[in-house]
Each structure stands twice: as structure tokens, then as C-alpha cells.
């Protein structure tokens, strides 16, 4: 293992739901240049002692933010935390990344990658970073990996299960709705272990390394549900389909790499 590092400076790319909460986790030791791409946030995030940014890399007409630039250029460790789809149009995501290359061109640090475990297909097995075939994962979001990596020789791909914690909670998306396959495990972290990996990470300047994060233990949308809203098996609404259909992603290589152990590591525990 690499000696810890220290003094370092931080970009955050995309400071939403996730990147605000690792922002303010980071921010005690490090400091931070974040980016936004809403208007009326730029106060709150400076407000936090934070040095933020407007940026917008969906937009055809993209125009290099040179402050930005040059402020991103003295980090040691950039982290994306950015919405890729897995979903959406490939044409969408190509202009995203043609964008974040054209700001992060030439740049010498560190690059942290948020992917999502969302690029591996419903197996119903046992799932570890090496698993799947590469022609048989999210063709999204492989390229999103494939086009970071031929860019940034020390990219580090973490792959992120479902974010939970604070507002974010299984039950409140399936109130009065079905559950899709609803005997298939969940793929939950909570926010405040990923904050703490990926502290961890930066201070032992680890990269290229691909790593799943994702809570160790994996109960079945129906216990979740229950537990959550209180209620017996047979009051939850199902949907028909009670195939145990899904995915289990393990994050044993992090944890035994950086010997790790979870605050959270039970979904059915998430505060």
C-alpha cells in the first residue's frame, strides 16, 4: 500500500445529491473546487467555503471555462461525480465526454470515475469486477469507462451500487406502486461509505483500479420494503412477477484491498 498523502486540493465535478455530500465530508481536510450546473446553487456551495462553478457539459455550444481550468489544474484529484445514463441516447453521452476532455485537457492528476453497477446485466449470480464479459456489459456506460481510461492513465473506476441514506430510502419510491421483482436482492451503499472509501482512496493516492461499492449484505426488495414501512409480506404491493430475476454485486476486493469495514453494512440498517 501506497504511504498516505496529504495537502491536497479536490475538484468535484457535478456537486448534486452525492457530490455535495462527499464535498462537505471532504472539505474538513481538503480544499475544494466543485461545479454546478444549477444557477442558484453557486451561493450554497460558496457558502460552504467551497470555490464553485457553472458548468454545463450536455450543452453542443460548450465554451472552456479557462478559470476553471486553471483551478482544476493545481488539484491532485478530480472525482466525476456526473449523471451517466445507462439509458440514454449514446449521441448525448459522446458530447459529454467530448466536453469534459476539452476542460480536463492536459491535466496530470488523479481522475476518480462514479460509474454504476447498473452497467453489469441481471445475472442472478455472484457479481465481482471481473466477472462479466466486456461485450456483455452497458454499452453506455462502458464507453464512459473505455473513454476515460484511453484519456486519463491513472483513472479510478468506482462502481457505485444504489445511493441511499438521509432522504433517500428504498420505500419511499415504491409507496403505493409494485415492485418490480420483488424478490430480487438490492445493490444499496449509503452515502457516508462511499464518502469514507473514497477519502481512503485519496489519501493512499491509489489508481487504476476498478472497484464495486456496494453494501455487503443484499436483502430482497420485499424485506427492505417491510422493514422500512413496518408491514407484513402480504400487505405490500407486488407486481405479478415473483422471479428472483437481478443481480448480486460484491465488494469484497475493496474491502479486502484497503481492509475496510462498513458503517453500513446492512441496507436494512441505513440512517
Known sequence: MNLPQSSHKIGIIGCGWLGFRLAKYLSAQYALTVTTTTPSKVPLLNSEGFSSHLLDLSSIFFENNT??????????HIILSIPFSKNALLSEIKIKIKNLLTLLEGYRGIVILFSSIGIYPDTGQPISEDTIDPCLLNKNLH?????????????????LGGLMGDDRFFSKYFKNKPIPNPYSR??????TDICRLVKKLIEYNYNKKTYNLVAPLHPTKVELFNFQMNKKENDIVQSENTFQSG???SSEKITTELNY???????LNFK
Do not use: G
Open 247 to 249: 443481480k448480486i454485486v
Open 186 to 191: 438490492v445493490n444499496h451503499i449509503h452515502y
Open 261 to 267: 469495514q462498513f458503517t453500513y453494512p446492512d441496507p
Open 143 to 159: 464507453y464512459v469507462e473505455n473513454s476515460l481510461q484511453s484519456a486519463f492513465s491513472d483513472l479510478l473506476i468506482l462502481r
Open 67 to 76: 478559470h476553471l481550468k486553471n483551478e482544476l489544474s493545481e488539484t491532485t
